[in-house]
């Protein structure tokens, strides 16, 4: 599955880089979005973990969040994350999720 974060002057750090609160909460929201796409719909669910790791700044462009669910089970939906600006083919962070599903 592949999201988009927009650019937003609002969500950069001083400096012009992207924050990485920013980056950690479109790796979380793309992992709902993913486990409820595979499920057919939502579900009540939490994080239970998440680690992200950044490797390089974004400025001024648009992030591509592709979102590949590892493992989808009855109560445990796992999820590797890459965040890549647009138009790089180098990643700016990845992450990795995983939830309880509640419902």
């Given at each position: ?9 609002r ?31 939502f579900?009540?669910?939490?994080t ?56």
């Amino acid at each position: 599955m592949l999201l988009r974060l927009p650019w937003s002057d609002r969500l950069a750090r001083e400096g012009g880089g992207l924050s990485g609160q920013a980056l950690m909460a479109a790796a979380d929201t793309a992992t709902v979005i993913a486990v409820s796409a595979a499920r057919g719909g939502f579900v009540p669910m939490t994080t239970v973990q998440q680690s992200t790791t950044f490797q390089r700044a974004v400025t001024g462009s648009d992030v591509l969040i592709e979102v590949f669910l590892t493992k989808l089970g009855r109560r445990m939906a796992f999820a590797d994350i890459t965040m890549t600006p647009e138009g790089s083919a180098e990643a700016a962070a990845r992450a990795s999720t995983v939830y309880a599903l509640l419902g």
